[in-house]
Structures are given as structure tokens and as C-alpha cells.
């Protein structure tokens, strides 16, 4: 049988769809919710509880996915998580009740936590060291393009077919691609069938050997890393913002803008639509720069630093401007700006655990963007109920969006130094 010579590139592939898949099936609950607390008589305060369960059981899950990633390979782990989560995706759509559908979410987030920090740990072993922003702007661009597709696909099936029926397609797919990973993908790309010897020395080249099992993590020296917890604190400050977009920004369209319907509906999908290009094209371009620059660390700085100062820039742009459409796009481009940078920051995360960690830290730096999940949804209601200006609420993002482009200076110092490097050595 042909080998084929570049089966990481596969790897990448996969990666993608599925988390394509994730999208799909966490953003569905949000175009079938109406009619779910129709059909339930759910109060607002109880469809909130379920939408809001789900951050909670992905938090959780974060780092414990990391540690076993590291430990035991991605290949049975995404296999069984996305076979989970599909099942439990199904399940949503067989609920009878409030308590039901809570324990079906719960256990949902709980699964789809898996899918980054193994994605992460697999890349750590799979992807030379100058592909890896590229690797994550495709696996992070997946992720957008099903946020932006689920919304026209799962609201034709709803109309036509129910409020369930979205859940039971969605799950089934789910369930075919497990089997696609766990066929295909192998954890250690030395046991994949069809790899040649040159496409294992281009994976490894300036990356020391993963073990065979990690040893353990020292979390203490983790913890008290400066470079990862600038990581940290960056992604928390840039989810902050992001999160504006996914919860509060259709009702500031409608509130402070006085779009309509459908008008709202229309520029609060940009952010997504631009997400697809801007994951890709920032990991292309953080590759990029590194080749161009000589130096991994040094791009991803300067990728970071741009990228973040640019949304900060953009969005007070559009606070301050005056026509409606023009301000809304602003603070789209100021999305999509944030989401330029998140290839170099899945990159550095690996770089810091590296091969024996990389799992482990890119959960810790996931369950960072979800702290902020929770409290920017929450502090921007209430800074909007205290002052009753949407601009304070805007500024708020801004700030975050600020600190985090300065804390980016630190994350990728030149000066190697990486927490695991004696974890990494066999």
C-alpha cells in the first residue's frame, strides 16, 4: 500500500471537522431554546441555568482532559469523548424535563472539555514546532465556521421537523467521526501505519522526543511559571471581550443601535464569519513570521501584541462611532482581530509544557478563557444595570483587551524557558 507523505496534515484535518462538530452541537441548543421553553414552559431564569450549566461541567473538565491527554495518548480519549458528547448531544433532544436536560448538559460540557486540551496534547506530538500556530488556526477556524453555520442548518430542521430533531442529526454525526479518529489517528506518530521515516524527522525537528508516558507534572513550578501565567491572564482578558459577542451584542445592536431583528441578526454574525479566516489566517501568519524571523517566540509576540492592540483600537472605534453599520462592523473586525492571535497562543502553550505537558497547560489556559465565560456575561448585565450606558460596559472589554496585549509581552520571551524541558527528557 502507498504511503502518504504527509499524514500529520490529515491529523489537521480531522481536527478540524470535528471541532466543527463541537460547535454544531453547543451552539444548537441556542436556536432550538425558544421553542424548547415553549414546549417545556421553562421561566427565562431556568433556560438561563441551562444554557449557563454547560460553562460550568467545560471549566471543570479542563485540565483533568490535559493530564490524561498527556498521559495515555488522544486517540481512545477524543475517541470516547466525542462518542460521549454526540450521545449526550441526542439525549437533548430526548429530554422531559427541567432536571433532565440540566444532567444531560452537565455531562455534555463535561465530555466536550476533552476536545482542546487533547487536540493540543496530539499536536504536541504530531506537528513540528514551526506548524503549530498554523495547526491551531485551522483546528480554532473549525470551530468558527460551525458557529456559523449551525444557526441556518439547525433552524431549517427545527422548522420543518421539530425542536428535537436537530439534537438526534447532530449526534449521529458525532458518532461516525469517532470511529474515523480512532481508526485513523494513532497517539505517537512512529505507530502510524502509513508515516515515512522523512515525515517523522520533519515532525521532530527542534522538538525534543516525547516519552513514551509522561512523567509527572510538577504543578508547582508550573504554577509559578511567569510566562504561563501572562498566558493565563491574556487569555482571560481576550475571552473577556469575546464573550461580549456571543452573549450581550445582538441586544446592544437592538437597544443602543436601533437595528431591527433582522438587521441585528446579520452583524452579530460577523464576528463568526470573520472568526473562520482570521483563526487560519493568524496561525498562517504567526508560521510565517517565525520563518521569516527566525524565531518561533519572537513571531508569536509579535503576532499576539498586534493582534490584541488592534481589537482594543477597533472597538473603541466603534464605541465612538455614530452610524450604526459602521460602528457594528468595527466591532466585528475588533473579533476578528482577537482572533488572529489564538493560533500563536495554543502554539505557546504547547511550548511551554511541551511533549510531556502541552495538554495539561493548554487546559489551564482553556479553563482561563472560561473563568471569563462566566464573569464577563455577568459583569457587563450588572455594569449596564448600575450605570445604564453601554459605553462603560464596551470600555470594560476594552480594558481587558489592553492589559492582555501588554501581558503578551511576557508569554513568549527569547530566552528558552520552558517548564517541562527535564519532564521531556527520556
Known sequence: MKTLPRVRHS???????????????????????PEMSKAFGFTPAQMGLVYSIFSLSYFLGQTPW???????????LVSFAVAGWSAFTALTGAAWNFASLMLIRFTFGALEAALSPSIASAFARWMPAAERSTAFGAFL????????????????ILFHYGWRA??????AVGVFWSLLWFYWFRSRPEDHPRITAAEIRRIREGVPPAPERA???PWMELLLSPRLCCLLAAAFGSTFLWQFYITWFPTYLRQNRGMSLAESGFYASIPFALGVGATWAGGILTDFAARRIGDDRSARTIIGVISLSSAAILMSAGIWCSEPALAALLMGFAAGAVDLYLGAAWASAIDIGGAAAGGAVAGLMNAASNCAGFASPALMGWVLQQSGNWNSV????????????????????RRNSAVFAGAMES
Open 166 to 171: 436537530p439534537f438526534f442529526l447532530f449526534g
Open 141 to 156: 477556524g473549525g470551530g468558527r465556521l460551525g458557529g456559523a453555520i449551525t444557526p441556518p442548518i439547525a433552524g431549517f
Open 66 to 76: 490535559g493530564i490524561l491527554a498527556d498521559r495515555f495518548g488522544a486517540r481512545g
Open 215 to 217: 512523567r509527572s507534572v
Open 394 to 413: 464596551l470600555l470594560l472589554g476594552v480594558a481587558t483587551t489592553a492589559v492582555s496585549a501588554v501581558l503578551w509581552l511576557f508569554v513568549n520571551p
Open 11 to 33: 491529523v489537521v484535518l480531522l481536527a478540524l471537522l470535528i471541532n466543527l462538530i463541537c460547535y454544531t452541537d453547543r451552539v444548537c441548543i441556542a436556536i432550538a431554546g
